[in-house]
């Protein structure tokens, strides 16, 4: 069965850097997400994306987030200047239509020191 | 706003015994539902859904059905197993394009031999 991969599984990164994070959606999905979960918190919406443009972000979406898709398969989470209330599950999802269910990755552990 | 309310766990139960986990939702219209379920060092996993009005969802055992006068998609499982342990959210999505699940606080559930 399809499914939402993403990498790394966790990463460790010192206050003020970037990181990417990377996600590959099912194959034949058009839409994708981004939402990150603070440990022990409630799963958040970050942004979705369609059609090579961001149809919706949260207030959370800032100006040090920014998603990209740069080829045919992967699409991408880039924190510009993390900050430690960034260390985060960062869950990617997609689905085939706007409509349909969105399927989510395993994943990545992010933890900014 | 749309919103989504569960019951508080943890929830603490022996093999063998009946689970219901409550949720209740505020929308605006008519969402689609779901019951994610987050497995230990794990992602989200899509465990059912029901997309109308009566609709029933069922998955592994469990079991939730759409009730749209009391705003309501509980989660019922006969007979639970120590494998069932794990994080369980409801969510909502409302059936727009782009738009975000939705998201409950989760129930913790540990099931013991």
């Known amino acids: 069965e399809p499914e939402v991969t993403q990498t790394p599984s966790h990463q460790v990164t010192q206050m003020g850097q970037e990181v990417i994070l990377r996600c590959v959606p099912i194959s034949n999905h058009l839409y994708f997400y981004w939402y990150r979960q603070i440990l022990g918190q409630k799963v958040e919406f970050l942004v979705s994306?369609?059609?090579?443009?961001?149809?919706?972000k949260s207030e959370i979406f800032d100006d040090q987030f920014s998603v990209e898709r740069p080829d045919g398969s992967n699409f991408t989470l880039k924190i510009r200047s993390t900050k430690l209330e960034d260390s985060a599950m960062y869950f990617c999802?997609?689905?085939?239509?706007?409509?349909?269910?969105?399927?989510f990755g395993p994943g990545t552990r992010l933890l900014v020191l | 706003g749309n919103s989504v309310t569960q019951m508080e766990g943890p929830v603490t139960l022996s093999e063998e015994a009946f689970l219901t986990i409550n949720c209740t939702y505020t929308?605006?219209?008519?969402?689609?539902l779901f019951w994610y379920v987050q497995y230990p060092g794990e992602g989200l996993q899509l465990l059912l859904k029901a997309t109308k009005a009566d609709d029933k969802g069922s998955n592994k055992g469990f079991e939730a059905t759409y009730r749209k006068e009391t705003t309501s998609f509980h989660l019922e499982k006969g007979s639970v197993q120590v494998s069932d342990s794990a994080v369980y959210f409801c969510?909502?999505?409302?059936?727009?394009?782009?738009?975000?699940?939705?998201f409950g606080p989760g129930t913790s559930l540990s099931v013991i031999p």
């Open positions: 969510a909502l999505r409302m059936k727009t394009s782009y738009d975000k699940v939705i």
């Open positions: 999802a997609s689905s085939r239509t706007g409509e349909e269910t969105q399927y």
């Open positions: 994306f369609y059609n090579n443009e961001i149809s919706e």
């Open positions: 929308a605006t219209g008519y969402p689609s």
